[in-house]
């Protein structure tokens, strides 16, 4: 299949800079369009020539027995209830290896205990591989997260690796240098107001319509509010529900469920809302079909259960 338009995808969806960038670099090195979160694809041979590169300038790493599987939005599951688990943008994964990859354009999005909150979960999870993280970013200031026996770091900036896009992919076919030309426009427009940068790209150029965007696959204005409100439904019929709600990435999941559940717990009770569930429906594990578009494009959404027992 081919990769979508990257001026179709700006207008189609309300993402920020940062996910608009991590999608044309996943479509860069897959060849194709956007994956599911967390699903396992081979990188085509332009993608894994890139990789590899990027390894090097991470790590040092000369070449690779096989080719490692690709994964955007890397699902490491919370350890219980109360943990919010954690994602980060990419993962290359072989038998005794995890490479992870988070990429920032905007300091402000830097959280504190982020990184090593990978580490830890990826080491958890993945006790038999050895495990790396590389850290893709505007300048800017950060803590590395402490050393372990069997982890690495490394902290790129975007001006390191801008170079690497070009040389891999600059002589590539139309479509994929449409998609470097908008990429490297956006990592260019970093420290500028993305709102402007993203309405002026999409000035409708004269002879052409752009999709108007659909509603279901629109972020809303106050998820967690909306989300409380399907608590309460919930809680008097028992129905089942999904937020429609189209969050930019897994982690924003990850959080928005911990911060119901926490919610949940702290309302004075006994109260119908103690029984109902926060809880993340995955496509690969979980079963059934998505209850929204977003759920259907991405894999994951975020459910809301009844139980006979409170949950807390």
Wanted: glycine residues 6%.
């Amino acid at each position: 299949m081919a990769t979508e338009d990257p001026l179709r995808l700006l207008g189609r969806l309300r993402l920020g800079r940062e996910e608009y960038c991590q999608r044309l670099l996943t479509m860069l090195i897959l060849g194709g369009p956007y994956p599911r979160w967390n699903t396992p694809n081979a990188p085509s041979d332009r993608g894994a020539r890139f990789l590899l590169e990027l390894d090097a300038l991470s790590f040092g790493t000369g070449a690779w027995d096989v080719r490692p599987q690709f994964v955007d939005e890397f699902d490491l599951p919370r350890r219980h209830d109360d943990e919010q688990g954690g994602a980060p943008d990419y993962a290359m994964l072989w038998p005794e290896r995890l490479w992870m990859i988070e990429l920032k354009t905007e300091t402000a999005s830097h959280r504190r205990g982020q990184l090593s909150g990978y580490l830890d979960l990826a080491e958890h999870h993945h006790p038999a591989r050895r495990i790396d993280l590389s850290y893709l970013t505007p300048p800017m200031p950060h803590t590395p997260p402490a050393a372990q026996a069997r982890t690495r770091f490394n902290h790129l900036t975007w001006a390191q690796v801008t170079p690497l896009i070009t040389a891999v992919w600059g002589n590539g076919d139309d479509a994929e240098r449409r998609v470097v030309e908008l990429l490297l426009a956006a990592l260019d427009s970093i420290g500028t107001d993305w709102s402007t940068w993203r309405t002026a790209r999409l000035q409708v150029v004269p002879g052409t319509e752009l999709e108007a965007p659909v509603a279901d696959t629109q972020p809303t204005a106050d998820p967690f509010k909306e989300a409380m409100a399907l608590v309460d439904a919930t809680a008097r019929d028992g129905r089942q529900r999904a937020l429609s709600h189209a969050v930019t990435d897994l982690q924003d999941l990850q959080e928005l469920r911990l911060s119901l559940r926490q919610a949940i717990c702290a309302s004075p009770g006994p109260s119908p809302i103690h029984h109902v569930l926060p809880w993340i429906w995955n496509a690969t594990t979980s079963g059934g079909t998505a209850l929204t578009a977003a759920g259907a494009e991405t894999g994951y959404e975020l459910r809301l259960s009844r139980y006979r027992k409170p949950i807390c």
